[in-house]
């Protein structure tokens, strides 16, 4: 049976097998140690939703290259594309020359940003990128230097996208100093609290740490060039803002005149069911960073703005290789897959997830929310119910024990699981992926 008729795992060896631990030796040898890797699995190709690896077991996937692959490893109508595309013209400077897919992009992605008004799009090559792009531009365009972000974020790994980024002390420890100026807030958790209590206060008590702590003892709101967000935190734990929340910082940034910055690099491109998780709050955001899954893969970061907003001369900033020719041809496929069935796929293929998986707080002792939008799901790991004392290591051994069946998924935070399969996922390979990781924990739950 060919790869691309498979719907679900088959395992042909002990994992990890022959061939993948010696790669993965190999690789111990020769690439650097900052990676981190959950479990051993070595890819070797990948059609839909199912990865095959070296030792020819394969598995569903339900990881997505961090949610990247939105349409799906090699979805023939995106590898058509690019194939057209390189045996055309591979590279071509945006920086200095022009050609018309990377402005056909640009329409389609300011059509289908928040708001009426024109926007303009700036081009780069990943998240930290566009974060990047968007800090730059919140200064040149507010003539103000300073930031907010939130506890527990993720906007980037470069030095001014890491200054935002308070997920993990490892990775930000022995790079400083970071970015002057970088302030952080609580972020509206309705399960732990934005302080760890009162969850159901969570987006009036971040909100008033920003009015009444940020403003009034420790930034001007006037030097406050833009506040960014994730909708949904990745990186963080899949932590979804309440659509309050959002409206309320939106609000406050027109109040001050700061920009509105939403980070979509995760949640975007239909995975939460619509274009952008923050459409679900109703807001019009000054500028959205986007990747991941904008070009099924291959490497493309964006910021779509207000056109008012967008107003930096030439030669302010620029990329070599943003709207390389080839990755914009795969992202334009990949908006008319978005668009035609993907999206609508990703929010009916997500109720249906949730609908199985709603109840496992009550009926797992060892999970302590479940949360997400669309095929964005994030499931939390705890000790205890009651306290809810979290527990990466139970976290680690229920990927581990669904890599050892076949399903791949990856950790969210410190003890959070996260769920981001390619939008095309059918109801069998999710009944598959729920059943699956329901048997998990119930096996973990055994042990204790």
């Known amino acids: 049976m060919e790869i691309a008729e498979r719907k679900l795992p088959s395992l042909a060896t002990a994992l ?14 020769s690439v650097s140690p900052s990676y981190t890797r959950d479990y051993p699995l070595v890819a070797k190709t990948g059609r839909g939703a199912i990865v095959e690896d070296v030792d020819g077991n394969t598995f569903l996937d339900f990881a997505a290259g961090i949610a990247v692959v939105a349409t799906g490893h090699c979805h023939p109508r995106v590898v058509a594309a690019i194939q057209k595309q390189a045996s055309e ?3 071509m400077s945006s920086t200095d020359f022009y050609y018309p897919g990377m402005v056909e992009l640009a329409e389609r992605l300011a059509a289908i940003a928040a708001g009426k008004g024109a926007k303009r799009v700036y081009y780069g090559n990943s998240g930290t990128e566009a974060t990047e792009a968007a ?8 003539r103000r230097d300073k930031f907010i972000a939130f506890h527990g974020c993720f906007h980037g790994r470069t030095m001014g996208a890491l200054s935002l980024t308070a997920s993990k002390a490892v990775q930000r420890k022995r790079f400083g100093p ?25 987006a009036a008590d971040a909100l008033a740490f920003i009015e009444s702590e940020l403003f009034k003892r420790i930034v001007d709101p006037e030097d406050v060039a833009a506040i960014f967000i994730e909708p949904i935190q990745g990186e963080g734990g ?52 986007t990747a991941k899954g904008i070009a099924s893969g291959l490497p493309l970061g964006a910021v779509i703005a207000k056109a008012e907003v967008m107003d ?16 914009v041809a795969a992202s334009l496929a990949t908006l008319d897959l978005l ?54 290591e139970l976290r680690n051994r229920v990927i ?23 939008l095309v996922i059918d109801e069998e390979q999710a009944d598959f992926a729920v059943r699956t990781l329901d048997a998990c924990i119930g096996e973990i739950e055994k042990s204790l």
């Open 16 to 29: 990890p097998g022959p061939k993948a631990r010696e790669i993965v030796e190999r690789d111990r040898k």
């Open 89 to 91: 013209l591979i590279h």
């Open 135 to 142: 800090m730059k531009l919140a200064r040149y365009h507010t």
């Open 178 to 202: 970071l970015l002057a100026g970088v302030f952080h807030a609580p972020y509206p958790d309705t399960y732990r609290g934005a302080y760890g209590v009162r969850p159901e206060h969570a």
């Open 238 to 289: 899949y932590v979804v803002a309440p659509p309050e929340f959002l409206q309320a910082l939106e609000r406050l940034c027109r109040k001050y005149g700061i920009l509105l910055v939403v980070d979509e690099v995760q949640s975007g491109m239909g995975r939460t069911g619509k274009w952008w998780a923050s459409e679900h709050a109703g807001i019009e955001p000054d500028m959205i960073c």
């Open 312 to 327: 930096w001369q030439p030669g302010s900033h620029a990329s070599t290789f943003g709207a390389n020719p080839v990755a």
């Open 339 to 392: 668009e035609h069935s993907l999206i609508e796929n990703a929010a009916r293929m997500g109720e249906f997830l949730f609908a199985r998986m709603s109840g496992w707080p009550e009926r797992h002792k060892i999970v302590g929310d479940v949360r997400g939008k669309g095929l964005m799901i994030g499931v939390e790991f705890v000790r205890d119910q009651k306290t809810k004392q979290r527990a990466p």
């Open 400 to 422: 581990d024990a669904a890599f050892r069946r076949g399903l791949l998924v990856l950790g969210a935070g410190e003890n959070s699981m996260r769920l981001a399969p390619p």
